[in-house]
């Protein structure tokens, strides 16, 4: 049976050491009363709640998954898993990032996604429940009418409600411009929607009272594609003014996905037969008021293969120290026993060390991006609000692909540590690996990231963007171009970031004659772009590690967070010159290849 430790340590290191966050809140004024003794206890409970609660119902949940009633429509959640989920709003987490104004504690968001990164190493599928919730809570904050934020917002922020996002439908895919579901305007100012959603995650279950779905649609005098797109609130059950819940709204689960992983969580195929909804935000302009939503989710499934390379690594780990097998080819290392732990072959400590790196610059990042989306809302300088985000929208599709790929690579890899043992389902293993693969599928595949970054957030300014974190890494390379101690992480970074410059002016170029060439080198540009960013994260946790060092801390963490450092630029950094290399090789010997794709 497999097992999770929340890795506090290093979320702290990460918070304090390397990104400074009390002094950051400080500047803040909704959060410049919190110091790092309450973050600490509130993660702390968080880490507990996550490992004694739902960590338990992670493989009884997918082994017996969900089942649907086709006479109601109901859907019944795996055993614990509702009476879990009374246990965390008795405990008021859902409130935990959320609006004062709305009951929230008014805690920043880089706590939240710390909380959750827990929670997804814990049980993702459990997770996915809550999870939505805090994306469709800040698209009706920022898109919502004064009476639909006094409506739903206390409600979500308690949990009592919890929410869905019901984009695609089973002709369109990604391809949101397609969708056909139907928003015919009545008498009272409401709408009746008519049409199918599928693959809506917690689309129907029977944790919380109500389930608010917010749903794309076409009214009307919509234009074509994804222009005429307009965005409504449909609750399953009708509140009435004062919140309490109403008539049986005419949205219902019309079936259950059977899925390769995350067989606990719902996913559900949604009918909507005239169901009352209400207009968010302005006509024709829903995908816009969406994408607040989306983005939030884009971010958080990067934080669920995050959850997923910890505890795959901690697994991994742990059996590598107790699994004897050969001796080392150095010589014997455990001399009493008949073979040695298979941690001292230099192949397991590759595997180990890849998922290793990939779960600590995973965190980084994910922290880096919520601490950027805090000071976007909350900075008093518009400026900084103005760069935050950015900033972040260059690097929520790094994000979301990079930490999902690698994500998908490490839990494989620490499956491989077990051998045919990993393949079993008593060990966890396999399960990992499962639920691992949808999150580089669902909130736009990481194609699309690719599309959207090196398309939209790169070329489309003339890599505006791109420089402005390149000043970052500049930056930081003068500040250490003198400690002898830094050169091994500060020069291949340096390199690249000067590399990038030529790299991406090469790409535009191309593109201006030829479009595809986007599409040719998209994936490839994408992880570069990974690397560089995981590569400063690197060297400032680091440049933290180094300072404690030299302040006098023998804690063996700094020690092995160096080392955790030398591995990432020597053995995975150095993939972006075959990435170079292969996106540079052009869209012609993908796109004249006919006769290759003929059969």
């Known amino acids: 049976m497999p097992t999770y430790t929340p890795p506090l340590r290093d979320i702290e290191f990460v918070l304090h050491e390397v ?60 055993t614990g898993f509702k009476e879990a989920y009374a246990q965390y ?91 056909k579901t139907r928003a015919e305007p009545q008498p009272d100012g409401s709408y009746k929607l ?12 029977d944790l919380a009272e109500n389930i608010v779905h917010l749903v794309l649609a076409r009214l009307p005098d919509a234009p074509a594609g994804s222009k005429g797109i307009s965005l409504f609130v449909v609750p399953k059950f009708l509140p009435q003014a004062d919140g309490s819940l109403g008539a049986r709204n005419a949205i219902y689960c019309g079936g259950l996905e059977h899925k390769m992983g995350i067989r606990a969580s719902a996913t559900c195929q949604m009918v909507l037969d005239g169901a009352t909804g209400s207009l968010v935000g302005e006509p024709h302009k829903g995908l816009a008021a969406m994408f607040v939503m989306m983005n939030a989710a884009r971010l958080g499934v990067g934080v669920q293969s995050l959850g997923l390379t910890e505890v795959a690594y901690q697994n991994a780990l742990a059996y590598a120290k107790e699994r004897l097998q050969m001796r080392s080819l150095s010589g014997p290392k ?43 809302l909350h900075h008093p300088d518009e400026k900084v609000r103005a760069e935050s985000a950015e900033l972040v929208a260059l690097l929520t599709p790094i994000a979301k692909a990079f930490l999902t790929d690698n994500g998908y690579q490490a839990t494989t890899l620490c499956q491989q540590v077990f051998g045919g043992h990993g393949y079993i389902k008593e060990w966890g293993m396999e399960q990992f690996v499962r639920d691992a693969r949808i999150n580089m599928i669902y909130e736009g595949t990481n194609g699309i990231q690719a599309l959207d970054l090196l398309g939209r957030k790169v070329l489309a300014n003339q890599g505006a963007t791109l420089r402005k974190f390149g000043k970052l890494v500049a930056a930081l390379a003068q500040q250490e171009a003198a ?49 560089l960013v995981f590569g400063y994260l ?62």
């Not at 104004?101 to 599928?125: D, H, K, R």
């Not at 690197?538 to 030299?550: D, E, G, K, T």
């Open 483 to 531: 400690n002898p101690q830094m050169a091994e992480f500060i020069q291949p970074l340096a390199g690249l970031g000067e590399k990038m410059t030529q790299f991406t002016t090469e790409i535009g170029m191309k593109a201006m004659q030829n479009p595809e060439e986007v599409g040719a080198a998209a994936t490839d540009y994408l992880r570069v772009a990974g690397h």
């Open 334 to 376: 455990a001399k009493d026993q008949p073979a040695d732990p298979i941690i001292v072959h230099p192949d397991v400590r590759r595997m180990l060390l890849t998922a290793k790196a990939w779960a600590e610059g995973g965190r980084a990042l994910a922290i880096y991006c919520a601490l950027l989306v805090d000071k976007e």
């Open 194 to 205: 008519t049409g199918t959603k599928i693959f809506i995650s917690a689309g129907e279950h």
């Open 89 to 179: 709003v008795a405990g008021g987490w859902p409130a935990l990032s959320c609006d004062p104004a709305y009951g929230g504690q008014g805690l920043p968001m880089v706590i939240n996604q710390c909380f959750y990164e827990m929670l997804n190493a814990a049980n993702q599928a459990w997770t996915m429940y809550p999870g939505l919730s805090h994306g469709a809570y800040e698209c009706l904050h920022t898109h919502g009418t004064p009476e639909q934020k006094q409506l739903y917002l206390p409600r979500l922020t308690s949990g009592h409600w919890t929410a869905t996002m019901c984009l695609t439908e089973p002709h369109c895919g990604t391809d949101l411009g397609l969708l």
């Open 19 to 78: 990104f400074g966050l009390s002094d950051e809140l400080k500047a803040m004024p909704p959060y410049a009363d919190f110091d790092a003794d309450t973050l600490r206890a509130v993660l702390e409970e968080g880490g507990k709640f996550a490992a004694e609660v739902i960590f338990p119902l992670n493989m009884s949940g997918d082994t017996e998954g969900c089942t649907l009633d086709p006479a109601t429509h109901a859907v019944r959640t795996p």
């Open 538 to 599: 690197f060297a400032r946790m680091a440049q933290a590690a180094l300072r404690q060092i030299a302040a006098g801390h023998a804690e063996p963490f700094y020690r092995a967070k160096l080392q955790t450092a030398r591995f990432y630029f020597a053995r995975l950094f150095p993939e972006t010159a075959a990435l170079m290399r292969s996106a540079r090789s052009g869209s012609q010997v993908l796109m004249d290849t006919e006769a290759a794709l003929a059969e």
